[in-house]
């Protein structure tokens, strides 16, 4: 199992190896009994006739009740490792894991939990996570969550078209985050880069819908958070051609778009952007010509510009915007 | 007084020509055709994998594009369950074996039977035809809403390939009518309930957890086509559990369904292969029904994190678990019957060693995943593909290849190539243990199931090198099977009995003749043919 950092996650990998070793004694001796028959009681000569055992009623009555006991012992296990998870006190989740979203009894026993320190909406959309933070600055982010480490978080998650699933196997349990319902997850982590990523298949970029979560510092975190609500009014420095290309091969862009000899191979956009510069129009639109202006404008909302079409808003911040414009102009 | 005989005209049917397969109403040929069949679906489903594989083999590789990718996944499993497994387990030798083990000429309805078995092949022909021709469902085998809806899934391969599996339910369950009025009333004089054969009795419970089952899963999928096609509103936002419910609560069961067989198979080839009668038999024939009973209990358990009541997910974490007690009952009865035996290591033996010996790894990796907390870490990921093929490669897939080499001299008249078959067994055991035994690892390492590819990095690379290797292992193994099997023809004549077997079918010649007993036998225990031979002084 991948180190577990949370409290959740260590109680799973607790779990995990008390009955790993249970496992390994019933593996170890049924595969050693058969091993041994099969070398020892090999035919010799054709006319051999062993003893013709029927059965042994003792023998019998202990593999029904010793496995029995073994598995009501996994099964005590379980429900105490379930207990220990949501006990009153415990960050984690003293309630079910999904509510439908009208269930409003669901919603005020997460409310009643454990209090916590920041609560971040979540939704999941082929094939993206987005992140919404609280507070009136509008920020959002798709590539990955900024938390500050150890605070409580809570995770208020829903998905926008079909079922994802969220798995950190580092943070704790993993969870369906479904269409038309809630889904929540609490955390506390040390500072550090965590990964997972969607664990229900969800389409042809399934593989891409990666999850990072980033725990930084409360210092350095509240100066993040002040760079990206700053940096959604205004880009600071002219874009970069190489963090744009860096944003893009690294992000959920490579889920739908082609661009020979990279990594990104997804086919769900009509057209490759291999040689996107020297197109007269963006996204096959009458009039919209291909210019950095008309490009950015196009980032900032696709649906705006083209209502219906399959990209969606990734809430790119301006200086995200300024650096994909720099690449995606090089593309000729 | 002379008298004169006249020859009676063959019908059609019993000939032995194009028109006498196709018009067949013989269970031995009905049988060999689904085995033929399912046999092409296995090797069809089985290069698919080669595929998956191939695109797995080391990170961003661009073998397939992900579109085509998951075309193939959705493929490969739908293929090997619905077109391979069962039908080779229950329509092949269901069908073949059955009626002659229980002493009977045919199956209670011979035209209902060629019916399952047309149906089954139009519906498989469907499916294979419309992946052929690029009208392929990408939604997996187990086709979740909403993604198969059609506001995510829009094309009509979705559609083919429900239809396709709606159809290939209608054969299943009737043949599982024809299997249960065939076994409850055709059985041979004497054939009291323990003296039926461990196969016949797997095959009994087998057609009535099928007959449970599969109404459920086609209401399920006829719904999805009405909501595809007529706009009605079953699988609606908020409703996307119902059909993982309707869908695990065949699904699950399925599992059963293509592993009871096989453990009826190895029940079989066991005590043969070692001289000693089944080791407590009346318990084993209780481990069958139970397992087919408590596995209409167990569905949730595909379901502990979709956000089922928690309360209703420990109940079946509990089910879950108390099926493994008769499931590890009769891995200790096959090893006691193995004990103090006089083991005939020939190629079915081997088999049925290999499938204990992997498919106790599927057993308790099972158990794990049915503890809650460990399936909130492991779901969905490469630990839950190891484990099911270890139960359904592990155990079903050697449950075949066994009952292949120990019937296929009673179907054909011939003998196997035994080092052949031994190069086969050895390849496959090993080939099969190197595929699946590290995605364990990358499942605990945090790799998901069904993702056309993965970065470098994530620490899973080596586990998928090693794995894509094991594929080309199992696929030559798999060859030269194909080889032995072509060398049938050449193969030294088989006799009536070539292994010393205990159950009917061994009464007759190989291949049996068409309306299989001269002459209807009477039964005195559960070995007859084993008693008949102790009768006989040896000479």
């Known amino acids: ?332 | 007084m002379a008298s004169i005989s006249i020859p009676i005209p063959l019908r059609d049917y019993a000939k032995n020509g194009v028109l006498g397969w196709l018009a067949t109403v013989d269970h031995k040929k009905i049988g060999i055709m689904y085995m033929v069949m399912s046999f092409s679906f296995f090797i069809a489903a089985g290069l698919m994998a080669l595929l998956i594989r191939l695109q797995l083999a080391a990170p961003n590789m661009q073998v397939v594009d992900p579109n085509t990718y998951n075309q193939l996944f959705t493929m490969h499993g739908s293929v090997m369950i619905f077109l391979f497994t069962i039908p080779m387990l229950v329509g092949g030798f269901g069908n073949y074996f059955v009626p002659l083990m229980i002493g009977a000429r045919d199956v209670a309805f011979p035209r209902l039977n060629a019916f399952s078995f047309w149906i089954t092949l139009g519906a498989g022909l469907v499916m294979l035809i419309g992946f052929v021709f690029g009208a392929r469902s990408d939604a997996a085998w187990t086709a979740y809403v909403p993604y198969s809806t059609k506001s995510f899934s829009p094309t009509v391969g979705m559609d083919i390939w429900l239809i396709g599996i709606i159809l290939l339910g209608i054969g299943s369950t009737l043949g599982a009518v024809n299997f249960l009025v065939t076994v409850y009333s055709m059985r041979a004089p004497g054939m009291t309930a323990w003296r039926i054969p461990m196969f016949v009795w797997a095959m009994a419970t087998t057609a009535v957890m099928v007959l449970l089952a599969t109404p459920v899963l086609t209401a399920a999928l006829i719904m999805l086509v009405a909501d595809r096609n007529f706009n009605t509103q079953f699988f609606t936002a908020n409703r996307v559990q119902l059909w993982q419910h309707m869908f695990w609560f065949y699904s699950h069961p399925a599992v059963y369904i293509m592993i009871l067989p096989a453990m009826g198979i190895i029940s079989e080839i066991i005590p043969v292969f070692s001289r000693k009668p089944l080791f407590g038999l009346r318990a084993v024939v209780i481990s069958t029904v139970l397992i087919g009973l408590l596995g209409f209990t167990t569905w949730v358990h595909h379901m502990f994190v979709s956000g089922v009541d928690p309360a209703i997910e420990r109940f079946f974490m509990f089910t879950t678990m108390v099926i493994a007690v008769p499931t590890g009952v009769k891995v200790f009865n096959w090893l006691a019957t193995l004990w103090g035996g006089s083991l005939n290591l020939k190629t079915p033996l081997l088999m049925c060693i290999g499938f204990l010996a992997t498919f106790v790894i599927g057993g308790i990796s099972g158990v794990m995943q049915a503890s809650i907390p460990l399936d909130q870490y492991v779901h969905n990921s490469y630990f839950v593909v190891a484990h099911f093929h270890y139960v359904l490669f592990g155990g079903s897939v050697f449950g075949i290849f066994a009952a292949l080499y120990y019937w296929g001299p009673k179907i054909t008249g011939r003998m196997f190539d035994e080092k052949l078959g031994k190069l086969h067994f050895w390849l496959m055991m090993i080939g099969f243990n190197v595929t699946f035994f590290p995605m364990h690892f990358l499942g605990l390492q945090g790799m998901p199931r069904r993702i056309a590819t993965y970065d470098p990095g994530r620490g899973w690379e080596l586990g998928n090198l090693v794995s894509t290797i094991g594929a080309f292992l199992i696929a030559f193994s798999v060859l030269i099977f194909i080889i032995n099997a072509l060398k049938l023809r050449q193969g030294e004549r088989a006799g009536d009995d070539p292994w010393e077997g205990n159950t009917l079918e061994w009464s007759v010649a190989s291949p049996p003749p068409e309306y299989n007993f001269l002459e209807i036998p009477t039964v005195e225990s559960d070995r007859p043919l084993f008693d008949a031979r102790m009768r006989t002084p040896h000479i």
């Not at chain 1, 920041?118 to 959309?125: A, D, N």
């Not at chain 1, 197109?279 to 639109?285: E, F, G, H, K, V």
Request: overall charge neutral.
């Open chain 1, 1 to 332: 199992m991948v180190p577990p950092v949370t409290r959740d996650a260590e109680l799973i990998s607790d779990l995990y190896n008390v009955i790993l070793i249970l496992a390994a004694i019933v593996f170890v001796l049924v595969e050693g009994l058969l091993i041994y028959s099969v070398i020892k009681f090999r035919r010799r000569s054709a006319d051999e006739m062993p003893r013709q055992v029927h059965g042994n009623r003792t023998l019998e009555l202990a593999w029904t009740i010793i496995p029995a006991i073994l598995v009501a012992v996994i099964f005590g296990l379980s429900v105490d490792t379930l207990g220990r998870m949501t006990a009153r006190g415990t960050l984690s989740n003293p309630v079910a894991h999904v509510h439908a979203i009208n269930d409003v009894a669901a919603r005020q026993r997460v409310e009643r939990a454990q209090p916590v320190d920041l609560v971040i909406e979540v939704i999941g959309r082929q094939w993206v996570w987005q992140y919404k933070y609280p507070g009136g600055d509008g920020v959002t982010t798709s590539e990955q969550l900024v938390v500050p480490a150890n605070k409580n978080i809570r995770l208020d998650m829903t998905a926008a078209d079909v079922i994802h699933a969220w798995w950190m196997p580092e943070l704790g349990p993993m969870i369906y985050v479904n269409p038309g319902e809630m889904s929540y997850v609490w955390f506390n982590v040390p500072p550090g880069d965590y990964i997972g990523q969607c664990n229900v298949y969800c389409g042809v970029a399934h593989a891409r819908m990666i999850s990072r979560v980033k725990a930084l510092p409360q210092a350095e975190y509240d100066e993040w958070y002040a760079k990206q609500a700053a940096a959604n009014s205004a880009a600071t420095r002219p874009g970069d051609p190489e963090i744009g290309k860096n944003i893009f091969l690294n992000g959920s862009c490579i889920a739908c778009h082609y661009i020979e000899g990279t990594k990104a191979q997804g086919r769900v956009a009509p057209r490759e952007l291999t040689r996107f510069a020297s197109y007269p129009t963006i996204a096959q639109l009458d009039g919209f010509e291909n210019n950095a202006e008309n490009l950015a404008k196009w980032l900032r909302d696709p649906q705006a510009i083209k209502p219906g079409t399959a990209m969606p808003n990734l809430n790119l911040k301006a200086q995200e915007i300024e650096d994909l414009v720099a690449y995606l102009l090089t593309l000729k």
